[in-house]
């Protein structure tokens, strides 16, 4: 487990820009109906988004709820210049929210209660908390942001806020594999409040993902540090810092971890909620 606990941890952040007129146009970029990659170059100028009521501020829109892509959820990858933020920054009063820092810092305060958060920096926001969020640092801040709507349970209440650094927290190896894959996870997973994890996966040099995960969860994966080879429904493909992939429920997923350091990716995916009946969306 020492290379999974290494406190040298590295945060790939996307920052701008466009490619050179004389790269080369083929990419590793794919969309498919049960999964996508978006190379770490995609995020450029031309592609990126600004927000009502935020300032200071653009952001990569990495995954949306849409017909044939995410279902459950979308991922932004914010960026936010000093003095930057915004006092209504959820506009959906339903909406949880994930917050997690790669680069910079930024200050969330939730229900009079001010947070600062740094790189490794987790934040879980619930619905209608009314939270705000400010870069007052003097460096640009990275961080991703991922909402849902929460799906509310008779005899549930929502979790509370929660403001973490995953460089507090051990990262728990996977059954039989001698550390060499490990999660960090910010939320107990027997908490049924939850509706969606956000965990950081590692796995060493060397280590596999040793079957093809077919599974009900809808993930969001993206690559925070190394490359790997990853089996996405039939097909194999590179990977590394800075890419994301989306994967549909049920499409099968393995890995192998081949570089000379961590592989290590934020993940996303949807629990601990019954099989909705009846028309899709409804």
Known sequence: MDML??????YYAPKGGLPPQSDLISDRAVFTEAYAVIPRRE?????????????????????????????????YIMEVQPGGGSDRPEPDRGAEGVLFVVEGEITVAVRGEAHRLTPGGYAFLPPDSGWTLRNQGSETARFHWIRKAYEYVDGLEPPEPLFLNENDIEPAPMPDTGGGWATTRFVDPADLRHDMHVTIVTLAPGAVIPFPETHVMEHGLYVLEGKAVYRLNQDWVEVQAGDYMWLR??????????GPGNFRYLLYKDVNRHAKLGSFGR
């Open 43 to 75: 995020f450029s100028d031309i592609v990126a988004s600004f927000l009502p009521n935020w300032e200071r501020t653009r952001l990569w829109i990495i995954a949306r709820p849409l017909s044939g892509f995410a279902e459950t959820f979308s991922q």
């Open 249 to 258: 429920a049920f499409c099968p997923q393995a890995c192998y971890a081949g």
């Open 5 to 10: 606990r290494n406190a040298n941890r590295t």
